[in-house]
């Protein structure tokens, strides 16, 4: 018998009596995914003598299960189990999910249906987790306990961040997943004076910069031989602007009366970095009315992780440092004079169960912009249960931390 899948758990069984030769009640054992997916553990190799777990399309038969049909055993006697859905038809039971990696919120919602974990299968995780303020008090003691480290110290916010109430999210690999580093350089142009002042104490110091810097005062006279020329230009270009209305600059004062300007000293200088970002669209077509429940969810849980909170009693510990939820005062006293920072995300491109380390890594994100289109394709389509046809959804992510040559080790 083949092993079942590891996202499949056996939840009852369930009776086909249209399948008997004779009559007899046929029953067969029914498993979930946990995302209202249905599956019967099924004969697939009649020679072989080999079963494994076929997905349940029919409709009749998917409301049977969520109705409270199943039985405990195959006897007909059997007492039944509790129903794994309720009634609601976009409701669906995660408890019976494995998740395919560090558990994120009460289970996951995958498009397509059949998303593995398992083997070399490529997909995309999207772990929800509870935003740290980074000058929080958790955040400067978990810093704090890294201080002999700076690489540490500065991502220690972010690490081990709680999971949110959210399920994990499970999309198949899109077009378009790319990794863009920038770095700011830009040509930046020092006057003579400028420049024999910082030259001078650059060398000065042997090395020791940060005594060169407080040392420009006292270097700074050897450098002003050319400063009456200078403020001389300076004055001329005033005085023009303020009698004929004329702009010019000193370069040109320089050029018209000497016939030659200001070295203009120009370097490269490095200017930092910015926080890199990440766009991922997704175009869902559900197959079934089970596919397309996903794909609502899927919707709903990105809706929910990007907008902030407007309930105090929901917004975190914060509101208790207030006093917003203590036993004197209600949990919405302070009404909605704050809202809760929304969600962060981990973005986790993986390979079976485990991360692959051949893809850039990314930090915890933000996500800054989240886009749902019911016409991807240029033509309203809805279903027999209302459900899009096909659903199209763009999220735009910001990394909350930079990236730097010491994270290139890790992956990032």
Same mark, same amino acid.
């Given at each position: 018998?083949?092993?079942?899948?590891?996202?499949?758990?056996?939840?009852?069984?369930?009776?086909?009596?249209?399948?008997?030769?004779?009559?007899?009640?046929?029953?067969?054992?029914?498993?979930?995914?946990?995302?209202?997916?249905?599956?019967?553990?099924?004969?697939?190799?009649?020679?072989?003598?080999? !079963?494994?777990?076929?997905?349940?399309?029919?409709?009749?038969?998917?409301?049977?299960?969520?109705?409270?049909?199943?039985?405990?055993?195959?006897?007909?006697?059997?007492?039944?189990?509790?129903?794994?859905?309720?009634?609601?038809?976009?409701?669906?039971?995660?408890?019976?999910?494995?998740?395919?990696?560090?558990?994120?919120?009460?289970? *996951?919602?995958?498009?397509?249906?059949?998303?593995?974990?398992?083997?070399?299968?490529?997909?995309?995780?999207?772990?929800?987790?509870?935003?740290?303020?980074?000058? *929080?008090?958790?955040?400067?003691?978990?810093?704090?306990?890294?201080?002999?480290?700076?690489?540490?110290?500065?991502?220690?916010?972010?690490?081990?961040?709680?999971?949110?109430?959210?399920?994990?999210?499970?999309?198949?690999?899109?077009?378009?997943?790319?990794?863009?580093?920038?770095?700011?350089?830009?040509?930046?142009?020092?006057?003579?004076?400028?420049?024999?002042?910082?030259?001078?104490?650059?060398?000065?110091?042997?090395?020791?910069?940060?005594?060169?810097?407080?040392?420009?005062?006292?270097?700074?006279?050897?450098?002003?031989?050319?400063?009456?020329? !200078?403020?001389?230009?300076?004055?001329?270009?005033?005085?023009? %602007?303020?009698?004929?209305?004329?702009?010019?600059?000193?370069?040109?004062?320089?050029?018209?009366?000497?016939?030659?300007?200001?070295?203009?000293?120009?370097?490269?200088?490095?200017?930092?970095?910015?926080?890199?970002?990440?766009?991922?669209?997704?175009?869902?077509?559900?197959?079934? %009315?089970?596919?397309?429940?996903?794909?609502?969810?899927?919707?709903?849980?990105? %809706?929910?992780?990007?907008?902030?909170?407007?309930?105090?009693?929901?917004?975190?510990?914060?509101?208790?440092?207030?006093?917003?939820?203590?036993?004197?005062?209600?949990?919405?006293? !302070?009404?909605?004079?704050?809202?809760?920072?929304?969600?962060?995300?981990?973005?986790?491109?993986?390979?079976?169960?485990?991360?692959?380390?051949?893809?850039?890594?990314?930090?915890?994100?933000?996500?800054?912009?989240?886009?749902?289109?019911? *016409?991807?394709?240029?033509?309203?389509?809805?279903?027999?249960?209302?459900?899009?046809?096909?659903?199209?959804?763009?999220?735009?992510?910001?990394?909350?931390?930079?990236? !730097?040559?010491?994270?290139?080790?890790?992956?990032?």
């Amino acid at each position: 018998m083949a092993d079942a899948p590891a996202n499949v758990t056996k939840i009852g069984y369930l009776d086909f009596p249209l399948r008997s030769w004779a009559g007899e009640t046929n029953y067969a054992q029914i498993g979930s995914d946990g995302q209202g997916n249905y599956y019967e553990w099924s004969l697939i190799d009649s020679d072989l003598g080999t !079963y494994d777990w076929t997905l349940i399309t029919d409709d009749d038969d998917i409301e049977r299960i969520r109705g409270g049909s199943l039985q405990s055993s195959p006897e007909s006697t059997a007492p039944s189990v509790p129903a794994p859905d309720s009634s609601t038809p976009n409701s669906f039971n995660t408890s019976l999910l494995t998740p395919a990696v560090a558990p994120a919120g009460t289970g *996951s919602l995958r498009y397509p249906n059949n998303v593995s974990t398992k083997g070399d299968s490529h997909y995309v995780l999207f772990n929800f987790k509870k935003y740290k303020p980074p000058f *929080s008090a958790a955040a400067n003691q978990a810093a704090a306990a890294q201080s002999n480290n700076a690489y540490n110290a500065y991502n220690a916010n972010t690490n081990n961040l709680e999971a949110s109430d959210l399920a994990q999210v499970l999309l198949y690999m899109p077009e378009g997943v790319a990794a863009s580093y920038k770095a700011n350089w830009d040509g930046k142009a020092f006057g003579n004076v400028a420049a024999g002042i910082l030259r001078t104490a650059g060398s000065a110091m042997d090395g020791d910069y940060a005594n060169a810097i407080r040392s420009l005062q006292r270097t700074a006279g050897k450098s002003l031989d050319r400063m009456p020329e !200078y403020l001389a230009s300076k004055a001329i270009t005033s005085l023009t %602007k303020k009698l004929t209305g004329d702009s010019i600059g000193i370069q040109d004062v320089f050029s018209s009366i000497g016939g030659a300007i200001l070295n203009p000293n120009v370097e490269l200088i490095f200017g930092g970095h910015d926080l890199r970002t990440l766009q991922l669209t997704f175009k869902m077509v559900p197959y079934n %009315k089970t596919e397309a429940i996903a794909v609502d969810n899927i919707v709903t849980t990105f %809706k929910k992780a990007m907008l902030p909170t407007l309930n105090a009693g929901d917004s975190g510990d914060f509101w208790g440092a207030l006093g917003g939820s203590s036993s004197t005062k209600p949990a919405n006293t !302070y009404g909605t004079g704050y809202i809760g920072v929304p969600n962060l995300v981990q973005v986790t491109f993986m390979k079976g169960g485990r991360e692959n380390d051949r893809v850039a890594k990314y930090k915890v994100c933000s996500i800054t912009d989240f886009d749902v289109n019911y *016409s991807p394709d240029g033509v309203y389509a809805i279903g027999p249960d209302g459900y899009p046809v096909a659903t199209e959804i763009r999220v735009n992510l910001m990394e909350t931390k930079l990236v !730097y040559k010491e994270d290139v080790a890790y992956g990032y």
